[in-house]
């Protein structure tokens, strides 16, 4: 997937929305951009995002910048006292290192030796057996019945790599056994490409649906490597190319809105065309500002700040945006983020699902897919 024409992003994001390369993630592969636009500046045109009005509410996405969890082995043979500086885009390693890792250390702070007396000796070996078998067992909740024994899965290789399942790296080993108690091994980012794809949720194996307490497993380890800054798509190279963790983001963003209620693909995103993007962001306007008859204080409390200053929420009516002359990319980065703002913003989850919500009342009414998917959504909209 190390397509023509693609940047490797190894300097931090950049924070300027213009310079960035766009690019989505699809089942059958990224489909690549090529292509970069100059930065706004030199474009000459303002920037969305005056410097310090950056959205407040990234808990869930930084959306201006993605900040990966970085390789575990030492830099190199020569440089042992270093760690790599490469993403770890391979479990806990970058992909020069995961075949034959040598984890780095921190050096030791200079402490004397402690004097180990007998009982001492005994008492250190049975807590390292503790924490052993401790692990193990935490190990087995999290990921599943096959995550201390993979032989114990009936499927032999990964369905989306078609590697053997010993390929897996262990962060993203996970595991679940079916009503017949038949075991089925994946690699984690396999599944969090279908729990994002908008349809049932099923095991490709055997096309019955997952059940719903196998799916709260899966969003609980999701978002538990997510917290530890490990990326759930597959990544190519040493380093997440910028159209990856862009991928990333609309991964992060469409995975919040399944763990909110609302089955939603990113394709559906990706598809989007440039008035696809306009009309979104027009309906999504008219829903927020009149159509759905929110008070002031009912949509302070769905996204807080949302008529304040830096913060606000539509900056501009969508006339004035749409007379801008701003092109796909930028339109993509702009609604992507006033999806986070809707999803996020809010602290309780019951306001955050009421953002999603709308934010699917706005795509039914661009996307075939979505209206087709949701037609008790369009239905209420009355069309
Ligand atoms: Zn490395």
């Given at each position: 997937m190390d397509g023509s024409g693609i940047k490797f992003a190894?300097?931090?994001?950049?924070?300027?929305?213009?310079c960035h390369t766009g690019g989505f993630f699809s089942l059958n592969g990224i489909r690549e951009m090529t292509g970069s636009r100059p930065a706004f500046k030199e474009r000459g045109l303002r920037s969305?995002?005056?410097?310090?009005?950056?959205?407040?509410?990234?808990?869930?996405?930084?959306?201006e910048s993605l900040e990966l969890r970085k390789c575990a082995n030492i830099k190199s043979k020569k440089h042992k006292d270093q760690p790599c500086s490469f993403s770890a885009t391979h479990g806990d390693y970058c992909s020069r290192h995961f075949k034959n890792p040598t984890r780095y250390l921190e050096p030791k702070q200079t402490l004397p030796d402690p004097v180990l007396t007998r009982s001492g000796s005994k008492a250190i070996l049975l807590i390292q057996r503790v924490w052993r078998r401790l692990s193990k067992r935490q190990r087995f909740l999290r990921q599943g019945p096959a995550a201390n024994c993979r032989d114990l899965a009936a499927n032999q290789t990964e369905v989306y790599s078609l590697d053997p399942l010993a390929s897996i790296p262990l962060a993203f080993f996970f595991s679940f056994a079916d009503s017949q108690k038949t075991i089925w091994a994946f690699d984690i980012r396999s599944l969090s490409h279908l729990v994002t794809?908008?349809?049932?949720?099923?095991?490709?194996?055997?096309?019955i649906p997952i059940p719903s307490e196998t799916l709260k497993r899966i969003h609980s380890r999701i978002l538990w490597l997510r917290q530890r800054k490990y990326p759930i798509l597959y990544a190519t190279g040493e380093s997440m190319t910028q159209e990856q963790i862009w991928n990333q983001k609309v991964l992060d963003v469409f995975f919040k809105m399944e763990a909110l209620g609302y089955r939603a693909s990113c394709r559906w995103f990706d598809e989007m065309n440039l008035t696809d993007h306009m009309t979104f962001y027009r309906r999504l306007h008219r829903l927020w500002m009149?159509?759905?008859?929110?008070t002031t204080a009912e949509k302070e409390a769905i996204v807080p700040g949302y008529n304040a200053g830096l913060s606000k929420l539509f900056r501009h009516p969508p006339d004035r945006v749409e007379s801008q002359n701003h092109d796909l990319r930028w339109w993509r980065r702009a609604n992507l983020n006033l999806i986070v703002e809707f999803l996020t913003r809010a602290p309780q989850k019951s306001q955050q699902g009421l953002g999603a919500l709308y934010i699917l009342m706005a795509l039914v009414q661009v996307v075939p897919e979505a209206a087709e998917a949701y037609p008790w959504v369009r239905e209420t909209l009355g069309f």
């Open positions: 190894r300097r931090p994001f950049n924070l300027d929305p213009g969305p995002f005056p410097s310090g009005a950056l959205p407040v509410c990234l808990c869930l996405v930084g959306m794809e908008g349809n049932e949720i099923v095991n490709p194996y055997t096309r009149y159509q759905l008859g929110l």
